[in-house]
């Protein structure tokens, strides 16, 4: 099977679905379609259309793979969202996949992507997010405390 790289540069001219799906327990999954008017199926789910843009990380010799994702006109629907995921469930980070569909078949991503939202930029007009490989649930994280080791801690 060829990769990703060779079958875009030997592809016949059929057109590309990029999608994102953003995935949190509070808030559920946020499917959206690039440069599309209406609403696409595309591997048995419901894609809303959107506009938004991805500048991917340059090649380098770090090992930190991250992505920009410029959402336009999306910032008062990513702000209600965001005000869902409050309390214990700030515990679990929110996911973001990015898949590609070849529309001469939709039933399959030619490429799939699973990162982690990192940070979520918003003003009045868009919303910027950065997607990483790395949880950013696991920086700057201590060690949890435990009564055995810290008896102390019992008589709080």
């Given amino acids: 099977m060829p990769t990703f790289r060779e079958y875009r540069q030997q592809r016949p001219t059929r057109g590309l679905y990029d999608t994102l799906t953003f995935y949190h327990s509070s808030f559920g999954y946020v499917r959206l379609v690039d440069k599309q008017f209406f609403s696409k199926t595309l591997g048995g789910e419901v894609y809303t259309p959107s506009r938004f843009e991805i500048d991917e990380s340059q090649q380098s010799g770090t090992p930190i793979i991250d992505a920009t994702v410029k959402l336009g006109r999306l910032a008062t629907d990513v702000k209600t969202l965001l005000k869902k995921w409050t309390g214990a469930a700030r515990l679990e ?3 973001g996949t990015r898949q590609i569909f ?4 939709i039933s399959t991503p030619i490429k799939s992507w699973t990162l982690y939202v990192k940070t979520v930029d ?3 007009s868009d919303v910027s997010l950065t997607l990483s490989v790395t949880n950013p649930l696991n920086n700057n994280i201590g060690r949890l405390y435990d009564p055995v080791e810290y008896p102390g801690l019992q008589d709080l």
């Fill in 93 to 95: 980070s929110i996911t």
């Fill in 122 to 124: 918003m003003n009045a």
């Fill in 102 to 105: 070849d529309t001469a078949d």
